[in-house]
């Protein structure tokens, strides 16, 4: 277990002194140190909390993936988490909606941190509307399908596979969505919010366009062609890299935006939310190695679930606040009680004396 988390926590001591040397630059004394380590600290539970069921879903995406582009992921990943989505994504809207450049955006960051977040809220309406729709792709996607024949929640998930033959029933259901909370929102706000949720939807089927188109026509037999089966894995696992990325930017959407209810300092929220990136990360090597979801039947689906609430959740707050306390907590039920129904299942079916690597 430790050797999991070896790296996070060595990524959070290193983090923590950061943190302590910003404190004292920016307030000179030990009280200063004391509040911006503490911030970090609440950042960083709160970026877990609200990722845990991006670690789970990222879980089943990476074994159904080639080893080497799993590892890819959980390297090459990280830095596009940490460094790309937590540090230059919160620039890139203040860079856009003011009209400047990137070092002028990292200067307002640094020395106007009022204005800052002030731009960056500014912006919420659209980044919930992008990353609300995204994320209910997601979560419909896993449920209208007509292959699955493992539910949970028997009653609505076994309902909702019947449909799976239905074309494009989930952006119809998304669509409808977006024009009923758009129609909520002032003029200029529901234009905003309307159009970023049809990227959101482009995006998603871009990507599962994207993965059908590199992975290509399967070779009729690997064992004449390694090469042709080489190529296609690695095809397949350029898509898979994307969407994963794309999926898990989309996952920190509202952690970033929520950070600034702690602080208005880009280097605080940066250093809080990269220790939380780094601990999923973790989390999700765990359940990869350990098989984790084919241990817990109902584990997987109580992730899509909390999905499927974040992404509405997400939505709703581009008309109503939606303290993160809340989002945090309903995906920790929610996956909690599919633990429960996952464990319940195995002493049903005698499946308690399970070996785990």
């Known amino acids: 277990m430790l050797r999991h988390f070896r790296s996070s926590l060595i990524f959070t001591a290193v983090c923590f002194i950061l943190a302590a040397a910003f404190g004292w630059s920016s307030a000179h004394s030990l009280v200063g140190v ?7 600290f609440v950042l960083a539970i709160l970026e877990v909390s609200l990722s845990f ?4 879903v990222n879980a089943a995406i990476l074994r159904t993936m080639e080893p080497v582009w799993s590892k890819r992921f959980l390297t090459w990943g990280m830095l596009i988490s940490v460094f790309g989505v937590r540090i230059v994504f919160p620039l890139a809207i203040v860079a856009i909606a003011a009209g400047i450049g990137p070092y002028q955006a990292l200067e307002l960051s640094l020395r106007h941190p009022d204005q800052y977040q002030v731009i960056v809220s500014a912006a919420h309406v659209s980044i919930a509307g992008f990353g609300g729709a995204f994320l209910l792709m997601v979560g419909l996607g896993f449920f209208f399908d007509q ?3 493992v539910h949970w929640v028997r009653s609505i998930e076994h309902f909702l596979s019947r449909f799976a033959a239905v074309e494009a029933v989930e952006i119809a259901l998304v669509l409808i969505v977006l024009l009923v909370i758009g129609n909520t929102l ?5 234009h905003r919010f309307v159009v970023a949720g049809m990227l959101g939807l482009i995006s998603f089927v871009a990507m599962e366009g994207l993965g059908t188109m590199l992975k290509g026509p399967e070779a009729d037999d690997a064992s004449h062609a390694p090469s042709a089966a080489a190529t296609t894995a690695a095809k397949a696992g350029v898509g898979a890299f994307l969407y994963l990325n794309l999926l898990d930017a989309t996952f920190s959407f509202d952690g970033v935006i929520g950070a600034f209810a702690l602080s208005n300092s880009m280097p605080v929220i940066a ?12 989390l999700t090597t765990l359940m990869v190695e350990r098989d984790t979801l084919a241990q817990y039947r109902y584990l997987e689906h109580g992730a899509f679930w909390a999905i499927l609430a974040l992404g509405v959740l997400m ?3 581009a008309r109503y606040e939606v303290p993160e306390v809340i989002t945090g907590m309903i995906g920790a039920v929610v996956i909690g009680l599919s633990l429960v129904w996952s464990v319940r299942y195995r002493r049903r079916n005698g499946m308690e004396a399970l070996n785990v690597p």
């Open 147 to 149: 292959e699955k024949d």
């Open 186 to 190: 002032p003029p200029e706000e529901a």
């Open 271 to 282: 250093l809080g939310l990269s220790i939380g990136a780094m601990f999923v990360r973790s």
């Open 315 to 317: 939505l709703v707050s």
């Open 34 to 40: 004391a509040e911006v380590v503490w911030i970090v």
């Open 53 to 56: 069921d991006n670690a789970v």
